[in-house]
């Protein structure tokens, strides 16, 4: 190999001009030069790789300017230490040129023809690029599940990195379609159009998505101005009409647009088409599908969450949940209050809670939810609407059993009357205004386990500022505190209590729903029901004006 | 009733009904300025939120307790919605973008944001307000399925950086910018620096300029982590001292009723009272550690000291606890730096003047 090190240089200088008939066998090009640039002596690999190259010919009349340039610095005075290898064409070739100095004066030029390295240095480049740019593009895409703002994203890195304005095409929804226009340097317009995919060629099979059809190269003017986006004024050179596989739901399809005339997809670069087509149908269909899904679940889901509570027939109800799972929106608890048909009639309440957390649990607190609100004309009768249910829950398949209290609740003058029932649920708690809480003297079994359910009912009032608190065991079960693994137990809730007399419904409930979180470790918890039940004690009696009572409950 | 017409006015009268719990006097009294032209903007900001503020600085200064400060809040919180149901206060369609507004999970101070959700709906922008500790799971899906302009993010106890940080981090990866606001920021909203957030927010009209102006989206990078925010965290500290929580709490009670001997006489609430008091330092230790800055735990401890003299607890005991804590973590440097530093700033304190309690960083909320 050849050396372009002092080391070479000195060898070369020690075997003098004997070396000469060697050198012409070298296998790679090497030049001798004077100072001046005129050759003094070149070898036959030389000859083929400078055919007009001869000795006493000038430098500067056969090699290019690179090396030209090059001699002419070196031969004013070699660099202090050895200077980076100089690479240039040469012809259609890539040489690399590695100068020696000889002690007459003269510079030693080994040539090394680099062009394989450099075709494979360059490829490789352009490949490393595309990689990143492809995982940065899949990752901007993956980004979100919002289909929108993933049809935004696709036609914006369209027109950044593929041509220089992107229209994204979705599938059909009813006559319309959603257009995403992109400039490369201008904003993403979305818009509902209708449109007839005959009028651009290859479109109708490509939103089909099925069966696989490649991108098609169009001829500007065949394409309607729809396409066009807005703000793309310059004249269109090429259009290519790209589908988005989407792995069995539609995905849409990209369409291309550059000005140029020249066909400006390198192979490279179509192969970059293609895979960014691949993640961004992927993309898109995976929007799309999540999409649907949340829809469908928010449809579900609604009947299962719990209701907003308000003020009813002169009586405040406030009522806080939080499921066992960040995750969820809905568990085992839950609270309804069914109003009286009037003022005069008792408001139902009922707060309960399923074995088991999540949505199977969810599931049958739905059914409960129902059955007692079939059963709202026995309301006069726990007794009977508990016995119902228990019926009703023995006879389904789920074998899932129940806890829960019943509240009758109805406002008389400046009190409101409560009939409290138990079914093997926690108690309610009664804060007087003066800040003492009792436990509401009411025992019932479970309901949905025993063929027979016994309960007693409790009779209480409510003055002005005082609040019957229904909950469930999540709060008392809250694990953590200071030293991580204690329960929250009653004895802390009704001392918490003491200090809420007198406060509005909301506030205890939003109280007692933050003690218990904050006592929380972070070893995760069990659904949380509260409800408060309050006089709307500035609210005028109902009896006096209805009126104004719809007036504030709005 | 005789009207006030300046916001000041109002004020005081709104406080005198708020802390007296008459909520329709306070309803009536916001409804009735709505209808005497005073600007909904201005009732909610100066009017309204002033009033909040006092309640919060009320309860920090111990003037009022944890339920009547939520019981306060939540009258004020009526007159909020009563003041958004008033004609003046509604809005044809929504002529901006749409945006969204939550609180940090663990955060219980919805008030801030609702106060925000109102002002940006004054503005024109369709809000989506997801209200109190909003959990980030939660938070993600709904960014999923509405794909708003920006989040706005309000924190008010420090301790919920680290979830703050979660919640910003796990935002900007679905494209969406954040502008993160209150108290748990910093004054100056260095913590939201810290924590990467696109903007940060002094208050609501700050927070609608921001918008205003636009927010551009967040470009995320393939390989960012939220790691690289906080390099810091790679000495493992922040999640050493949370996991020993518990057994730091169970070690320096104690060792503090054999190092501090009025403990002798208490009984098991006042335990409790002070094993939860630990149990706060250690979380303000611990965000401390997270931010990379002492001084979120030094105005902790400093409005600690200033609350247990009002109660008549010898703010001695918080050194003691201090010594017990820096012995049990003598293996990490930085806890250790904090402690000394929270060591220095009760002598100064015990020194000079009391200072000014800052309700700012009051976080003990129980």
């Known amino acids: 190999m050849v050396k372009a090190s002092r080391g070479a240089s000195a060898r070369s200088r020690d075997t003098g001009s004997q070396a000469g008939t060697s050198w012409a066998d070298v296998p790679f090009p090497v030049l001798v030069a004077d100072r001046h640039g005129r050759l003094a002596r070149l070898n036959d690999a030389a000859r083929t790789l400078l055919p007009l190259a001869e000795a006493g010919g000038w430098l500067h009349e056969v090699a290019p300017p690179w090396l030209v340039d090059a001699h002419r610095s070196f031969a004013e005075g070699p660099p202090a230490s050895a200077a980076a290898p100089l690479t240039g064409p040469v012809g259609d070739r890539m040489v690399t040129a590695r100068p020696t100095a000889s002690p007459d004066g003269e510079v030693v030029w080994w040539l090394l023809d680099d062009t394989d390295r450099h075709r494979a240095e360059t490829e490789l480049r352009g490949e490393k690029q595309r990689c990143e740019l492809l995982t940065d593009v899949s990752s901007t895409l993956l980004s979100t599940l919002n289909l929108p703002r993933c049809m935004e994203v696709t036609a914006a890195l369209a027109a950044q990195h593929l041509a220089e304005a992107a229209v994204l095409v979705s599938p059909s929804q009813g006559r319309h379609h959603q257009l995403t226009y992109a400039c490369r340097y201008g904003d993403v317009r979305q818009v509902a159009r209708r449109i007839d995919p005959y009028s651009v060629p290859g479109l109708p099979e490509a939103l089909q998505g099925f069966p696989p059809v490649p991108a098609r190269w169009l001829d500007p003017g065949e394409i309607p101005d729809w396409v066009l986006p807005p703000g793309f004024t310059a ?230 500022g005082e609040i019957c608190l229904l909950y469930t065991d999540g709060i008392t079960e809250a694990r953590g505190g200071p030293l991580g693994d204690e329960l929250y137990g009653e004895e802390r809730l009704r001392r918490a209590l003491t200090a809420c007399g007198g406060m509005p419904a909301e506030a205890v409930v939003e109280h007692v729903q933050m003690l218990a979180s904050q006592w929380l470790g972070p070893g995760g918890h069990d659904d949380m029901a509260v409800v408060a039940i309050g006089m709307d004690r500035n609210g005028p009696a109902p009896a006096v004006t209805p009126q104004d009572t719809t007036r504030r409950n709005r | 009733m005789n009207r006030p017409t300046t916001t000041a006015g109002l004020h005081e009268q709104l406080w005198q009904a708020v802390v007296a719990a008459d909520e329709y006097a306070a309803v009536d009294l916001v409804v009735q300025a709505m209808d005497d032209g005073v600007s909904g903007e201005d009732l909610l900001l100066d009017v309204i939120a002033r009033v909040q503020e006092r309640i919060g600085s009320e309860w920090a200064a111990d003037r009022l307790t944890v339920a009547q400060e939520h019981a306060a809040t939540a ?292």
Not at chain 2, 125 to 143: E, F, K, M, S
Not at chain 2, 309 to 329: F, M
Request: a negative charge; charged letters at 20%.
């Open chain 2, 75 to 366: 009258i004020n919180e009526r007159v909020v919605t009563a003041l958004s149901h008033h004609r003046a206060m509604r809005q044809g369609k929504p002529s901006r973008g749409r945006v969204t507004v939550c609180c940090v999970d663990g955060e219980w101070h919805a008030f801030p944001a609702r106060l925000v959700a109102e002002i940006l709906q004054l503005r024109g922008w369709q809000v989506d307000y997801l209200g109190a500790q909003t959990p980030t799971p939660h938070l993600i899906a709904h960014l999923h399925s509405t794909n708003p302009a920006a989040v706005l993010l309000s924190g008010s106890i420090p301790t919920h950086l680290p979830n703050a940080h979660r919640a910003v981090t796990a935002c900007q990866a679905t494209g969406v910018p954040v502008v993160a606001g209150g108290r748990a920021f910093g004054a100056d909203g260095r913590y939201a620096r810290v924590l990467g957030a696109d903007g940060w927010a002094p208050d609501a009209r700050a927070a609608a300029a921001l918008l205003e102006e636009g927010l551009t989206r967040s470009v995320t990078s393939a390989g960012r982590q939220a790691l690289d925010d906080l390099p810091h965290l790679a000495d493992q500290e922040y999640t050493m001292v949370v996991q020993a929580r518990p057994r730091l709490v169970r070690q320096t009670v104690l060792d503090l009723e054999t190092r501090f001997s009025a403990m002798a006489g208490y009984d098991d609430e006042q335990r409790e009272r002070t094993a939860e008091d630990i149990a706060h330092i250690i979380d303000f230790l611990a965000t401390a550690l997270y931010v990379d800055d002492a001084e979120v735990f030094l105005t902790f401890l400093t409005w600690t000291a200033h609350l247990l003299e009002a109660r008549k607890v010898p703010a001695a005991s918080l050194l003691v606890g201090l010594d017990i804590l820096a012995e049990q973590l003598h293996d990490f440097p930085r806890a250790l730096r904090i402690l000394t530093a929270g060591r220095s700033a009760l002598h100064a304190m015990a020194a000079g003047p009391p200072a000014l309690a800052e309700p700012a960083a009051a976080g003990a909320d129980a």
């Open chain 1, 235 to 464: 004249a269109v050179g090429s259009v290519i009409v790209t589908p988005l596989p989407g792995h069995g739901v539609p995905a849409g399809v990209l369409i291309l647009l550059r000005s140029g005339t020249e066909r400006a997809f390198s192979g490279g670069e179509e192969n970059f088409a293609r895979l960014f087509a691949a993640r961004a149908g992927a993309a898109l269909s995976a929007a799309r599908l999540y999409t649907e899904q949340t829809a469908i679940t928010a449809t579900l889901m609604r009947e299962l969450l719990p209701p907003a509570l308000s003020s009813v027939h002169g009586v405040t109800y406030a009522g806080n949940y939080r499921p066992a799972s960040d995750h969820e929106r809905v568990g085992g608890d839950f609270y309804d209050v069914h109003p009286g048909p009037d003022p005069s009639r008792e408001t139902l309440v009922a707060l309960g809670d399923v074995a088991g957390k999540g949505l199977d649990a969810a599931v049958l607190t739905g059914k409960i939810r129902n059955t007692l609100h079939a059963l709202l004309p026995l309301a006069d009768d726990h007794q009977r609407v508990l016995r119902l249910l228990n019926g009703a829950l023995l006879t389904s398949h789920h074998g899932r059993f129940v806890t829960l209290v019943l509240a009758s609740v109805r406002r008389d003058g400046n009190r409101v009357d409560l009939r409290l029932t138990s079914a093997g649920h926690l108690p309610p708690l009664l804060v007087r205004a003066d800040g003492t809480v009792e436990e509401a003297g009411t025992r019932g079994t479970l309901v949905g386990a025993l063929p027979e359910v016994t309960a007693q009912s409790y009779e209480t009032t409510l003055a002005p």
